[in-house]
């Protein structure tokens, strides 16, 4: 069964550092992309920024680059997001993706954790 279990949400102030941790299972963890997402109250979700399997190979969105690095623990099976000099816009919760294709399937599938809330207060 695969499993993605977010982690390390909680309130900070302005200006403040969070890690979060995805923890994988069910699947051949190096062999796919891992994704964060967000969703902000009354808001859509949004991409926050993902890494590649192979070559560690990052993306950022435009709202939180120079401030959030993306990595991935491949031994443990964990993407972190270290997110630095935090916003108040930044609050959301904050979801672990991956589409993943198990061995025997046509096709993959969007697999989401339950997410992990980021609250900054101003």
């Known amino acids: 069964e695969v499993q993605l279990v977010e982690s390390g949400g909680g309130l900070v102030q302005a200006g403040g550092s969070l890690r979060l941790s995805c923890a994988a299972s069910?699947?051949?963890?190096?062999?796919?992309?891992i994704g964060w997402f967000r969703q902000a109250p009354g808001k859509e979700r949004e991409g926050v920024s993902c890494?590649?399997?192979?070559?560690?190979?990052?993306y950022y969105a435009d709202s939180v680059k120079g401030r959030f690095t993306i990595a991935r623990g491949n031994a443990t099976n964990t993407v972190f997001l270290q997110m630095n000099s935090l916003k108040p816009e930044d609050t959301a919760v904050y979801f672990c993706?991956?589409?993943?294709?198990?061995?025997?399937?046509?096709?993959?599938?969007?697999?989401w954790g339950e997410g992990t809330l980021v609250t900054v207060s101003s």
């Open positions: 993706n991956g589409y993943i294709r198990l061995l025997g399937e046509v096709a993959g599938t969007n697999y």
């Open positions: 069910g699947f051949t963890f190096d062999d796919y992309a």
């Open positions: 890494i590649s399997s192979s070559f560690g190979s990052t």
